[in-house]
C-alpha cells in the first residue's frame, strides 16, 4: 500500500512538473513573428487608447506582435513577481527604478545608434529621472512638475489679488490669512497631513537643502535650519487656521471649495475642467525672494526587460512609443516630453499648461534622495512618520526636535 | 490480471488526482517555499542570498517596529474578540426571538458580511472622518464633540475595532443555528420550575452552545490576528503607525520594501504565536467547554 502512494505522489509531481515546462518554450513563434509583452499601469479609459495605439504599430510591424497587459494597480507586485520569476514583460512602464534597475536593460548603446539630435530633443531633467547614477534606463514617455492651484472665485469674492511667479511663501500666508472664512468653512491653503518624502523634497531644495548629501546620508540636511525653517512655515499655517492638513492630496477639497490653494501635480486638470472649476494655476512660491522655487518631478518612461528574448523588437516599439507622434496622440492627458513637439503646439503659451514647463526649466540639475540610496523605501517610511508627527492637529510635535530623532535613526 | 488489480487500486487515487495537485501546487508549494525563503535575503528583483536565520535574529534584536506591530495587533485581538463575540451572542438572541418580522433583522445584521471590505472601509471612512463622518454628527446632537477618529493616533485603533465589529454576521448566524438546534423541552422544564430567563440563558444557553463559543473564539482570534484589508485600506497603518498592525507590516516589508525574506520570517512568526494561542485556548476548553457526547457517556459511568 504505501508503495502506491509513492507511486501516486511520484505520478503527481511528474505530471506538475510537465506542467510548468510548458512555459518555458511559448517565447518562439513559427511563423517568425516575434512577440513583445508590454505591461501598463494605466486604467480603463487611458487603457482604451493605449490598445489604440498598440494595435496601429502591430499593423504597421508585421514581423512583431505586442500584446498589452494592463497591470492596473498591481503593478508593482506583478513586475517584482515578473523579475524574480524571470518572466517580466518585455516592454513596460517605469519611474521608481532604484527599486528595480538591477531587472533592467541599460538604454545607452540603443540611444547613441539613434544620435544626439535624438536624445537632445527630450528635456534634459527628464533623463535625469530615468536613469540610475550616470546608466539610462529608461526613456521618457510623461512628467508633471508641481505648481500652485488656486480657485479664482474664491479668490474674488475676497477681493485679493491672484497669485504671481514672484509670490514667496510669506505673501501666500498673506493671502491665506484673507482667505480663510470659517463660517463658509473655507480655508487658505491646503496640503496633505502624510506627504509623500519623495515629493517633499522640493520644499527643501527651494529653500536651499535637500533631505540628504550625495550618498542618501540625511544627518545635517533633513535638520538643517533651512529644513527646520520649510517644515515651520507650513506647520505655523495650520496651526494658525489659514491652511488646513488633508487627508488625500487636497483635490477633493479643493473641488468642493473647502480650499483655496493648493500644490499638487497636473493629474486633476481633467476633473478640475470636468467640474468647470474657476482656477488658475502659477509657479510654486518662493522661499527667498530672487531664488525660484523647485519641483519635483514625478516621470514616467519606458523600459525593457534585461530578460527578454526579443530586445530589438522591444527597442523597436519602445522609439515608437515615445516619438513625436505618439506624443501628440497622449496630448490631451499627457504633457509632451519632446521639445520639438511642445514648439510645434506651442505648449509654452498656454495659461495652464505653460507653467509646468517653466516649472520643469525651474528644477534642472536635482536628484532626489530616493536615485541616492539603496534604503529609501525604509527612510521615506521613517519621513513621513516624522513629517505625519509635525503636521497631525492632534500631537503638532516640535520640528527641530522631530527632524532631528529621524535623521539620528 | 496483475495488471487490472494495480489500475483498479490506483483509481481512487486518480479520482483524487486534481485535488491532489492543487493541494501540492498551490497550497503545500507555496508554505514550504515561504518557509526556506524565510532563511534568505531576497529583494525579488535580485538574486536570493543565504541568510540562516538572520532575518529572524533582526526581527527580534533590530527591529523596534516588530515588537510595535506585535503589541498593536494582540491589542486589537484583546478587544476584538471578546466584543465580537458578545455582540454576536447578543445579536442571535434577538434575532431567535419568535418576534414578527425577524427575517428582515436577520437578514439586515447579515448584510454587512457580504460586503467586500473595500467597500466596508469606503463606507466606514465616511463615517468616521472626523470633520462630516455621520458618527460625530450624531455624537454632536446628543452633545459630545467626537475625536477625530482617523487622524488621532489614540482613537484610531478603536475605529478600526468598530468597523471590524461590523462585519459580525456570520458568527451570528453560527451562534443562531446552534441555539435554535437547543430542544425547547429544556426551557420548558426549566420555567416550569421557577427558572427566570436570565436564568435559563446563563444555565441552560451557554453551557450547551460552548462548543460553539470555543470555534468562534478560535477563528475570530485567528482572523484578528491576521486582520489587513481594513487597516490597509482604511487607515494604512496611521496616523502616526497606530494601527499599523502586523499583517501591514508583514505586508510592506514584501511589497514596499522587496524584502521577501524578512516577510516570509515575519509571517512564519506569526504563524507560530497563532499557534501557540490557539493551543492555549484548545487546552482551557476542557475546563468550559461541555459537549453532549461527554455527559451522556459520565451519566453512564
Known sequence: ?409 | MKRKGRLRKATPYLFILPWIVGFLVFTLGPLLLSLVMSFFNWSIVSKPSFAGFGNYIEMFTKDPQFYKSLAITLKFAAIFVPLNLIIALALAMLITQPVKGVTVFRTIYYIPAVVSGVAISIIWGWILNGDYGILNYFLSLIGIKGPKWLVDPAWALFAIVLASAWGVGTMMLIFYTDIKNIPIDLYEAASLDGASHVGQFFKITIPIITPTILFNVITSLISALQQLTLVLLLTGGGPLKSTYFYGMFVYNNAFKHHKLGYASANAWVMFIVILILTSIVFKSSSAWVFYETEVKEGKKK
Open chain 1, 1 to 409: 500500500m504505501k508503495k502506491k502512494v509513492f507511486v501516486a505522489t511520484a505520478l503527481v509531481i511528474a505530471m506538475a512538473a510537465s506542467l510548468m515546462g510548458c512555459k518555458a518554450s511559448d517565447k518562439q513563434n513559427a511563423d517568425g513573428v516575434k512577440s513583445i509583452r508590454f505591461a501598463s499601469w494605466d486604467n480603463s479609459k487611458d487603457l482604451e487608447e493605449q490598445q489604440k495605439l498598440v494595435d496601429k504599430f502591430n499593423e504597421a510591424h508585421k514581423d512583431i506582435k505586442v500584446t498589452l497587459e494592463a497591470y492596473g494597480s498591481d503593478f508593482d507586485t506583478k513586475i517584482a513577481a515578473g523579475m524574480g520569476s524571470k518572466d517580466a514583460p518585455d516592454v513596460m512602464y517605469m519611474w521608481n527604478y532604484p527599486a528595480y534597475y538591477e531587472g533592467l536593460e541599460p538604454l545607452d548603446s540603443y540611444i547613441e545608434k539613434e544620435g544626439q539630435t535624438y536624445k537632445d530633443n527630450f528635456y534634459e531633467t527628464l533623463w535625469s529621472y530615468n536613469k540610475m547614477g550616470d546608466t539610462i534606463y529608461g526613456i521618457p514617455v510623461g512628467f508633471t512638475t508641481h505648481v500652485l492651484y488656486y480657485n479664482k472665485d474664491i479668490f474674488d469674492a475676497a477681493g485679493v489679488a491672484y497669485p504671481t511667479a514672484e509670490w514667496t511663501f510669506k505673501e501666500l500666508a498673506d493671502a491665506a490669512k484673507k482667505l480663510t472664512d470659517t463660517s463658509k468653512n473655507i480655508t487658505g491653503f491646503g496640503f496633505k497631513r502624510v506627504p509623500d518624502p519623495y515629493d517633499f523634497e522640493m520644499y527643501l531644495w527651494s529653500n536651499g537643502t535637500a533631505l540628504s548629501d550625495d550618498k542618501g546620508n540625511l544627518k545635517d540636511y533633513v535638520n538643517s535650519d533651512a529644513s527646520v525653517q520649510v517644515l515651520s512655515t507650513f506647520q505655523n499655517m495650520e496651526k494658525e487656521g489659514i491652511a488646513v492638513a488633508t487627508d488625500k492630496d487636497g483635490t477633493d477639497e479643493m473641488l468642493a471649495g473647502k480650499i483655496a490653494m493648493y500644490i499638487n501635480g497636473s493629474w486633476p486638470i481633467s476633473s478640475f475642467n470636468d467640474a468647470k472649476l474657476n482656477y488658475g494655476v502659477v509657479q510654486i512660491p518662493m522661499f527667498k525672494e530672487g531664488s525660484p522655487s523647485v519641483s519635483i518631478l514625478s516621470s514616467s518612461g519606458l523600459a525593457m526587460s534585461k530578460d527578454s528574448k526579443n530586445k530589438d523588437a522591444a527597442w523597436e516599439f519602445i522609439k515608437y512609443w515615445t516619438s513625436e507622434d505618439l506624443n501628440k496622440a497622449r496630448i490631451q492627458y499627457e504633457l509632451p516630453v519632446l521639445k520639438s513637439v511642445v514648439q510645434s503646439e506651442s505648449i509654452e503659451s498656454d495659461a495652464i499648461k505653460g507653467v509646468f514647463y517653466s516649472m520643469l526649466q525651474q528644477s534642472e540639475g536635482y536628484t532626489p534622495t530616493s536615485f541616492k540610496t539603496q534604503e529609501w523605501s525604509e527612510i521615506s517610511d521613517a519621513l513621513s512618520t516624522a513629517f505625519e508627527r509635525i503636521f497631525n492637529s492632534t500631537v503638532y510635535d516640535d520640528p527641530k526636535t522631530v527632524l532631528d530623532e529621524v535623521a539620528e535613526q
